[in-house]
C-alpha cells in the first residue's frame, strides 16, 4: 500500500489521462492496423502486393512523394530568406512580421485554399487584370492543374517553416559572425561556414514538419487540382468512402506511414532542447549533410586562394550594407508577405460583393451574403456544430494536456524526452493516417458518425498541441517561486493553484486556443469518421468548395480569416500581464 501512494503521488501520473486516450484512440487501433494491412492472423503482404501491381497506384504513391519534396523545397527556398531577414530587423518590425506570418498560419486551409480558386480561377483576378490589360485575349488555365496545387500548397506550408526558422536564427550568438569577419571572412563565407550551419536544427525541423503534413494533403490538391494531381491521401479517402474492407486501405496508409517514417529517420527528433546533446547527436547524418551542402570538395580546391585572401582581409572591417542590398530585402520580405496576406484580404473584400458572382474589387459594397450566412440553417447548424465540437475538445484537451505537461516536466530529463516524443507521434504523422487509425478506433468502439467519437478523434491532435505549448511556457517557469509559497507553508495543491497556473496561464490560453483552432478547422479526420452525419462548418465549405462555388462561401471565409486576428488581440494582453508579473516574482524570490 506504501509503494502504491509512493507511486501515484509522482508527478507523472498526471501524464497518464493524456496518454490512456491517446492509447486508446491512436495507438492500439494503430497496431491493429498494422495487423489488418498484412491480413491477420494469416499473415501475409498480399494487400501490398496488390497495390503495387497496379500502375497507377505506384504512379500516385510517387506522385505524392514528388509534390511533397518540390512543394518542401520551395517552402525552403522561400522561407530561409524570410526567416533571416526578420531574424535581422529590429525588435518592432520584427514582431510585426512574426505577426504577420501568424495570421495566414492560424487561418483556416479551407479559407486559404478557396481564395486560390478565386484568384487563379478563369473569372479570377488573374485572369481579369491580363485581361483588362489586354495581355491575353482568352483565360488562362492557372487552376485544376499542377500549378495551382504548388501555389496552394507552398502558401499553406510556408509559416510552418518560416516559424521553426525564426526561432533557430534568434538562438543564433551575432558574435560569432562578426568574429569570423574580423578574420578575414567575407559574408558569403561568415553566412555559410557559421552561421548555416547552427541554424541546421532550424532547417531540420522545418522540412521535416512541412514534408510530413505534405504527404497527408487532401483538400489542397482535390480543390485546385486535376485528376492527374490526386495524392495518395484522396486514394485513401476514396476507398475508405467506397469500400468496406479495410486491409486495403489500411495497407496504403502505412505505404504512405512508411514515407514519412522514412523522412524522420533521415532527419531526426530532437526533443530535448539542448543545443549541446543536439550536437553531440547530430553524428553522421549531419555531418554528411553539413559536407554535401557545404561543398567540401570545392573548398578543398580554392585552399590556397582562400588562405592568400585571409591573409590579406584579416582584422579589416567589414563593409556597411548597401543601400541595394537593403532595398532588395525589404522588397523580398514585402513580396512574400503580400503571397501570404492577399488571400485572406481578397476573400474578405469579395464577401461584400452584391452580384450573384464573386467580384474583386466589387462593384459595389453590400451584406447579402452575410445575412445568407445567418438566414441559412444549413451553414448556421454547420457552425454551432463546429463550435459546440471545438469547446468539448478544448476543455477535455486542456485540462488533459496541463497535466500532462506539468507531470512530463517533473520527470528526469531522459524519460521526459522519450515520453514527449511519444505523445507527439499523432502531430509528426500525416493527417489523413491519423484519420483512418481513428476510423478503426470508433468502429470497434461503435461510436462512427457521433459527436463523442469526433470529440476523441480530434481530442488526440489537440492534446498534443497543448502539451507541446504547456511544456514550453513550463520550461522557462522559476520553481523558486514554488519553493517561496511552500516556505511560507502553502500546501502543494495551494501552491499549485495560487502561484504555478497563475504564471503558466499564458501558456494554458495559448494551447487552448490552439486546441480549439485545431477542432474548428479539422476537415480530413471529420470527413474519415463521421460519414457526413454530422456537418461541421468545414465540412460544409469543403462540400461547397466541391460542388460549387456558392458566394456565401466569401462570408463564411471572410469570418475565418477575421477570427485570428482577434485570437491574437486577445492573448496579446494574458502574455503581457502574465510577463510583468513574473518578473515581479522572480525580484521577489530568494536565491
Known sequence: MRNFRKVAGMPLMLSVPAFAILLVVFGIPLVQLLFTSFNAPNFSLAHYRAFVAESANVRILLQTVELSVVATTLCLA??????????????????????????????????????????????????????????????????????????????????????????????????????????????????????????????????????????????????????????????????????????????IAFLLLGVAVVALLLFGIDVSGTPGASQRRAGWRTRLQLAVMQGVVFGKLTEAYRARRWKAQLFQPGRAVRWVERASGFFFVALVMIYLQLPGLVVVAMSFSPGQLLQFPPPALSLRWYRAFFSDPAWT??????????????VLSTIVGTLAAFGLTRSSSRLRSILTLVILVPITLPGVVVGVVAYLCLLKLGLLGTMSGIVLAHSVGSICLVVVIVSATLAGFDRRLEQAAMSMRAGPMQTFTRVTIPLIRPGIIAGAVFAFIHSFDEVVVTSLINRFSIYTLPLKMYENISNEIDPTIAAVGSLLTLLPVLWLLALYPTWWKSKRIARQGTAQAPT
Not at 83 to 109: C, D, E, Q
Not at 116 to 142: E, F, H, M, Q, Y
Not at 386 to 393: D, I, P, T, Y
Open 381 to 394: 447548424g454547420a457552425l454551432w456544430t463546429s463550435l459546440e465540437l471545438a469547446v468539448m475538445v478544448t
Open 78 to 251: 522561400i522561407g530561409y530568406p524570410t526567416a533571416y531577414l526578420i531574424a535581422a530587423a529590429s525588435k518592432g518590425v520584427r514582431t510585426a512580421l512574426i505577426v504577420l506570418v501568424f495570421i495566414p498560419w492560424l487561418t483556416s486551409g479551407l479559407v486559404r485554399t478557396y481564395a486560390w480558386v478565386a484568384i487563379l480561377g478563369d473569372r479570377g483576378i488573374v485572369n481579369t487584370l491580363l485581361i483588362d490589360w489586354k495581355l491575353i485575349t482568352s483565360p488562362l488555365p492557372l487552376v485544376y492543374n499542377r500549378f495551382a496545387v504548388y501555389i496552394g500548397m507552398v502558401h499553406i506550408m510556408l509559416p510552418t517553416m518560416i516559424l521553426p526558422l525564426v526561432s533557430s536564427m534568434m538562438g543564433v550568438d551575432r558574435s560569432l559572425i562578426a568574429a569570423a569577419r574580423s578574420m578575414g571572412a567575407t559574408p558569403w563565407a561568415a553566412f555559410w561556414r557559421v552561421f548555416f550551419p547552427l541554424t541546421v536544427p532550424g532547417v531540420r525541423s522545418g522540412v521535416l514538419l512541412v514534408f510530413v503534413i505534405c504527404l497527408g494533403f487532401y483538400i489542397t490538391p482535390a480543390a485546385l487540382g486535376g485528376l492527374r494531381d490526386t495524392m495518395l491521401s484522396n486514394l485513401i479517402a476514396a476507398q475508405l468512402a467506397n469500400s468496406v474492407e479495410l486491409a486495403p486501405v489500411a495497407a
